[in-house]
């Protein structure tokens, strides 16, 4: 988990986990749990920054096991700003939510 003691690092490889990314392919009912083979992709896919630099994104679907929990998977460049409180943005559909996180060498 990212805390302020356990910043995101430069070439990192995080995990956000949230809700109301949307629909999947495959498509998976409400109150199941999402496949792990195959996995349930966004239909509509997300960005991800951190400092204004984009994020590679990996992967952005519903969490295997889960119920109703997407995940992003993304990995940190090492252009990413260094700071106390460096913006992670999420872009999703004409929607977005940011929060600020420590980054680190």
Do not use: C, F
Not at 69 to 76: E, L, T
């Amino acid at each position: 988990m990212v805390t302020p003691t356990n910043p995101i690092h430069r070439g990192d490889t995080i995990t956000i986990y949230g809700t109301g990314i949307g629909d999947t392919l495959p498509a998976v009912e409400a109150g199941v749990p999402a496949p792990s083979d195959p996995l349930a992709a966004a239909l509509i896919p997300a960005t991800v920054t951190l400092g204004g630099v984009p994020l590679n994104i990996r992967y952005t679907g519903l969490a295997p096991g889960w119920v109703g929990v997407y995940q992003i998977n993304a990995s940190v460049p090492i252009s990413v700003p260094e700071g106390i409180e460096v913006p992670l943005t999420i872009s999703q559909g004409g929607a977005s939510t940011s929060l600020n996180l420590r980054v680190v060498k």
